[in-house]
């Protein structure tokens, strides 16, 4: 069995360490990587990701991360990612990382994903130039987790997320932004290639659990969501 603890939504930021800090006390009794799924910062700002570094000092597990919309906010992403893989973390955008544990292979493939809207309601690629730039974006990040999963050998197989590729995660929130938090086209190469747990975050208010169309689960793990500072969830072969 391999113990995923996971989170989203940390949301850094200086002078909000205390608790989170306590929160991920202790982590390596329960789990035996820890996922964390985008929004690692509130405004985007490298020194939140060096708070993030703090809160996550006694975490003695590796951790995996992906970025999220508020890490992108300023443009300083690219030091968000550096602070946090200069102190051993590793943060994914379309690569994948596998980890041992226990014997066995777990392998995650990690992006932040986009939005787009779900189903035939779907931003299409139509109109203009902005909206099929929009919907160019969310076939970037699919071909992401395509690539990544067709390249991962892995005993598990994780697609670590910031955006959902489910609608049913999002039930929570009001119907108007389902299309801002995620979109279908990601589901497609999930349930093409297939994967053991997607994991995601972004939606606040919305629902931990659900399934891609193909029957892979998935778990909304942004904090106000769980109501906890982390899930997690064994895989078992
Ligand atoms: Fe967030
Ligand atoms: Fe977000």
Known sequence: MVRIAAVGDVHAQVGAVPMLKSGFANIANKADILAIAGDLTAHGKAEEA???VYILQDVKVPIVLVLGNHDYHLGEQDKIKGVLVKSGNTVLDGETAV??????KVGFVGTKGFGGGFGIRALPDFGEQIFREMYREGVREANKIRGGLESLAADFRIVLLHYSPIKDTLFGEPPEVYAFLGASIMAEPIDKLGADLVL????HYGTEKGMTPGGVPVRNVAIPTMGRPYAVYPLIR
């Open 50 to 52: 060096e708070v993030l």
């Open 99 to 104: 980890f041992d544990v226990g014997g066995y």
């Open 200 to 203: 995601h975050g972004h939606a």
